[in-house]
Every structure is written in structure tokens, then in C-alpha cells.
């Protein structure tokens, strides 16, 4: 018998499974593929989540195969850019996500969690009463072709953004607007790639550059339409073409293997879960990578969600996913807002313009949202205190 089933082993899984185990609960932890695994991922690690990583004694997953990210250029129309270095020495940390969630598996495996992989959880096992609805387990498919019940007080939703918990519960959904997918791929070759990361914002859409391991390049183009999808790596190669500065920096580049489309990326959810079950990491809501902190969302909402379930563990008054919801309110109100605002700003053109002029004629502007939006520890203050 477990304490709790985590649903889904990448970055939020892996953190709230760890969490729960060190705090002395059985944890079950599910995931249909098997690792290491590739992921779209832009690839980096922000200072804040860097911080936020140590603290919680998880350096070993991303320091020895990372490299430092040192700052943001971020370049709009007209030819403005911005070249930002993060503050009082911090850094971020650039590697392939199939290694930092390879890593993170194995960590919560050392805690004391119980690891299955290729597993496939159908939906919840729930308990409907009088009283109202309440999850009791998973429902697993089972290797004989038949579903199996697997059972535990508590479950943690950490299955991405089309939950097979959440989402026929109702909790989360896609919804109308904004509607964006995002294409991916690595490249070798790629001149003038530093230590900073590149995010290049145009009218609708906008797209990321990130230097990782083995000298290759992460570039992450974000568009609102599904209208060339159909050939990704052609459509990649003409917003790279678009661009005068970096066409010529792509003219020797050779893209390994086909690039990964993801979306529609924006989730919503209604709320941060329901009796028996909390909601982590996509399945919890989410928003296209603009700033680069998805990982951030998904590692503290991890905490936050193993935190409450711990808290319910001991006897604590109140219900956790009600506390979850306060905590992630709390936590993300700010930054929730940020984007949104960022997301809107892309989608018009007059915006962009005037913002690109503000940038140009107080660069200090966006160097202080860079740091905001790297989460960057304010000096002396600890990153995220725990919940």
C-alpha cells in the first residue's frame, strides 16, 4: 500500500515524489515512457530554479552534465537588443532535458520512491458519494491487456498538459485563446553562440536560442497558427531565413535529426485539484516558455504540491488541494501576470513597436524584467522558502 501515486516523472513528478519520500511517505511514481526520454524543451535551467534545485539538494541532477548561462539577449524589430547579464554573479544552467530528467528519476529512486516505468495511467479511480467526488488511486493498463486499480490516499497529477487525471475530471482544458505551438530542434554550426541565451521577439511570434552540450544549439520557434506545421523544418528555416543577422549566423548550421512540434501549449486549470488528488507541473497549468521559467513552475509547484500532501499526512486542519491552490496563488500570482502581459505585448504590433523603443531608449528597463523573468535571487534573501 502506498501513500501517494505521483502520475508523470519529469521535473514536477520527480520533485514532489522526492519531497514525499524524505518526509517519510511509500510513494508509487508512474510514467508511460521510459528514460532517458526526449522532451521539447528550450533546454535551460534559470537562476531561480537553479537556487531553488540546490536547496533542495538536487545539484546532481543538472551541474555536472550543464553549462552556465551567464544572461538573456533579447533583440525585437528594427534591430533593438539588449544584452543583459544576470546580477551579483548568478547563472542559469543550459542541458538536454532528457538528461535533467533522467537524473531527477534516479534521484527520487536514491530517496526511496518506487519508479515504474512505461506504465500508462488510463484516469482516476474515483469514489463518488453524497459527500462529493474523491480520488482513491489510478487506473493503470495493465501488461496482460486488461486495466488494473491501484490504489492510495493521495495522488499527485504530474502528467502534462493532456492529464489523463485532470483533464477528464474536468480540472484543466486548452482553452480558445491563445493558441500557440511551438517547434524545436538542435543545430550544429550555429555562429556567435555565447554563454547568454537569445530570445527574439517579433510581431506574433518569437524565437529562442540556447547553446547545450556538445556544441550544439536548441533554437525554439513559438507561432500562433497551425499553417506550416505540416512541415516543421521548413517553417523553421524560413523565420530563421526572415531575419538578416540571424540567416547569416545559420549559413554553415546543419539541423540533427527532425525537428518536435508541441501544442496547442496554453493549459488552463480550474483549480489546483480536488479531494484525493493535486495537480503539478503542466497538468497544473500552462503558459507558452516566453520567459524560460516553465521549470520553475514545475520544480516549486512540485514542493508545493508534495508540501500539502505531507501536511495532510500529520494531521494538519484543512484540505490540501484547497491549501495548494492558496500556496500556488501566492507563489505564481506575479509572475502569471508577467507573462500574460509579455504574451499580449507579441500579439500586437503597435505594442511591440513602442515597447522596442522604450527598450532602445532606457535599456535598464529590460534588463530588470530579465532579471525578474530569471527569477534571480534578491542578495541574502532565500530562494523560495519552504512551504
Not at 530528467?101 to 474515483?126: K, N, S
Request: one cysteine or more.
Amino acid at each position: 500500500m502506498f501513500d501517494a501515486i505521483v502520475s508523470g516523472a519529469g521535473p514536477a513528478g520527480a520533485v514532489a515524489s522526492i519531497v514525499l519520500a524524505r518526509g517519510g511517505a511509500r510513494v508509487l511514481l508512474l510514467d508511460r515512457a521510459r528514460f532517458p526520454r526526449e522532451k521539447l524543451c528550450g533546454d535551460t535551467i534559470n537562476p531561480g530554479t537553479v537556487a531553488l534545485l540546490r536547496r533542495l539538494g538536487l545539484d546532481a541532477a543538472f551541474e555536472p552534465a550543464g553549462i552556465a548561462v551567464d544572461g538573456m539577449i533579447v533583440s525585437g524589430e528594427h534591430g533593438i537588443s539588449v544584452r543583459a547579464r544576470y546580477p551579483d554573479g548568478t547563472h542559469g544552467y543550459a542541458l538536454l532535458r532528457l538528461d535533467l530528467d533522467a537524473a531527477l528519476a534516479r534521484e527520487a529512486v536514491a530517496a526511496g520512491v518506487r519508479l515504474e516505468e512505461g506504465v500508462v495511467v488510463r484516469g482516476p479511480l474515483v469514489d463518488a458519494s453524497d459527500s462529493g467526488l474523491r480520488v482513491r488511486g489510478v487506473i493503470v493498463g495493465g501488461r496482460d491487456g486488461r486495466d488494473l486499480r491501484v490504489p492510495a490516499p493521495l495522488v499527485v497529477a504530474a502528467d502534462g498538459r493532456r492529464s489523463r487525471l485532470a483533464v477528464p475530471l474536468g480540472l484543466a482544458r486548452h482553452p480558445r485563446n491563445p493558441r500557440r505551438w511551438a517547434i524545436g530542434a538542435y543545430f550544429d554550426g550555429v555562429d556567435g553562440m555565447s554563454s547568454f541565451g537569445e530570445m527574439h521577439i517579433r510581431r506574433g511570434r518569437y524565437l529562442g536560442l540556447a547553446r547545450v552540450p556538445s556544441n550544439l544549439t536548441n533554437v525554439c520557434l513559438v507561432v500562433p497558427r497551425r499553417a506550416g506545421l505540416d512541415d516543421p523544418a521548413r517553417l523553421l528555416r524560413l523565420e530563421i531565413d526572415r531575419e538578416p543577422r540571424l540567416r547569416e549566423r545559420f549559413l554553415s548550421a546543419r539541423m540533427i535529426g527532425p525537428p518536435v512540434v508541441l501544442g496547442p501549449l496554453a493549459v488552463d486549470a480550474a483549480c489546483a485539484g480536488v479531494p484525493g488528488l493535486l495537480l503539478a507541473g503542466d497538468a497544473a497549468g500552462f503558459i507558452d516558455p516566453m520567459t524560460g521559467d516553465g521549470l520553475r513552475f514545475a520544480v516549486r509547484g512540485g514542493e508545493l504540491a508534495a508540501a500539502c500532501a505531507l501536511a495532510a499526512f500529520a494531521g494538519k486542519p484543512g484540505a490540501p488541494h484547497a491549501r495548494l491552490e492558496w500556496l500556488r496563488r501566492r507563489e505564481f500570482g506575479a509572475k502569471w501576470r508577467f507573462n500574460r502581459t509579455l504574451r499580449r505585448l507579441v500579439g500586437s504590433g503597435p505594442s511591440i513597436e513602442v515597447a522596442g523603443l522604450i527598450a532602445a531608449a532606457a535599456p535598464w528597463t529590460l534588463r530588470r524584467l530579465i532579471g525578474f523573468a530569471g527569477d534571480v535571487p534578491k542578495p541574502g534573501q532565500a530562494p523560495f522558502p519552504k512551504p
